[in-house]
């Protein structure tokens, strides 16, 4: 949905109403029962290094090659701007044009980050009340402050709600009978097509979320609607295995659109590009196959990049 939704689909505002939402409710169910700092150490590594080595790699493309063509050859950017923006990694494409999704690995650490730290509190009443705070905070924040906070903090705050769901509710919804699973997976699935006409497209990234509470409602809905469809569905090892390697097609995927593009230029002739939806669900599996020698060779040889251990 990531890949497919940045190549502008007729379905990109259905699809960010919940594909990042999604994200974070997947990453609350990972979160470690075991609340120790290890774990904090163990997040760095799977999140943090990959983004800085990743994003180091784009940028050094960007300088020397990438940003002499296509749109950003008109756009006159500040290779220093850019630089920075590995650091910050938010700004849009003045800091990160060498790479945008990159944003949310760093944004993930940091909901870890102060998912971990909220949680180690004991009253649970007082728990919920900062996380509440929290969440309300972030809403707050794009309607005072015209910037863009360092880490995507701002975006983090809001972020808590959906991992916060993922977290206390994992077991709830990995263990529904049948019926019950079938039974929420058309509710939910009602109630987010419903208020999908209620709101106007969002974009997490940009702290856009249009009305607030149906942002809220309409990003769980539509995550568990997913999450009810594929604990109901057979079992898909592709799936699985890009899943597994989600890292390396958030990174690479734009980078082989645009290897796809210039195919097409050469072999095709053709430089004004304007996709139909046939062609571009086309171009979103051919990415994907693409990428996966590059999964393959990563998995290998750079096993680091991944975020992932060394295997023996």
């Known amino acids: 949905m990531v890949v497919y939704g940045h190549n502008f689909p007729v379905l990109e505002k259905y699809i960010y109403t919940f ?22 150490k163990i997040r760095f590594k799977q999140l943090i290094i990959p983004y800085f080595i990743w994003s180091s790699l784009l940028y050094i493309s960007w300088v020397f090659v990438t940003r ?12 220093l701007k850019n630089f920075i923006g590995i650091f910050y990694a938010q700004g849009g494409r003045e800091y990160m044009d060498w790479g945008i999704p990159l944003w949310f690995l760093p944004c993930l650490f940091a909901v870890y980050t102060m998912f971990f730290f909220v949680h180690k509190i ?3 009443n007082l728990r919920t009340v900062l996380f509440l705070l929290l969440i309300f905070t972030g809403f707050l924040i794009p309607n005072y402050f015209d910037f863009r906070f360092p880490w995507s903090f701002d975006v983090a705050l809001v972020a808590l709600c959906f991992y916060s769901f993922g977290y206390f509710l994992k077991n709830y919804l990995t263990t529904l ?21 209620f709101n106007t497209k969002v974009d997490m990234y940009r702290s856009v979320y ?26 898909f090892n592709v799936f ?17 659109l645009a290897v796809i593009k210039l195919i ?46 060394k295997k023996n």
């Open 210 to 235: 249009g009305s607030q509470l149906i942002f809220i409602i309409a990003g769980l809905s539509g995550s568990v609607f997913w999450l009810m469809f594929f604990k109901l569905s057979p079992i």
């Open 240 to 256: 699985s295995y890009f899943g597994k390697n989600s890292i390396i097609i958030l990174v690479t995927h734009l980078r082989v």
């Open 19 to 40: 594909h990042v939402p999604l994200f974070f409710c997947i990453a609350g169910f990972f979160h470690s029962k075991n609340n120790a700092l290890i774990n904090i």
């Open 177 to 197: 009978n049948k019926r019950n699973a079938i039974l929420l997976l058309v509710t939910t699935l009602l109630m987010h097509i419903l208020l999908y006409f």
């Open 264 to 309: 097409i230029i050469l072999f095709g002739g053709v430089m004004l590009f304007n996709f139909n939806e046939a062609q571009k669900i086309i171009i979103t599996t051919s990415q994907l196959i693409l990428m996966i020698p590059i999964i393959y060779f990563v998995n290998k040889y750079l096993w680091l990049f991944n975020g992932k251990p």
């Open 68 to 79: 002499f063509y296509g749109e950003s050859a008109n756009l006159l950017l500040s290779p």
């Open 122 to 124: 004991h009253s649970k």
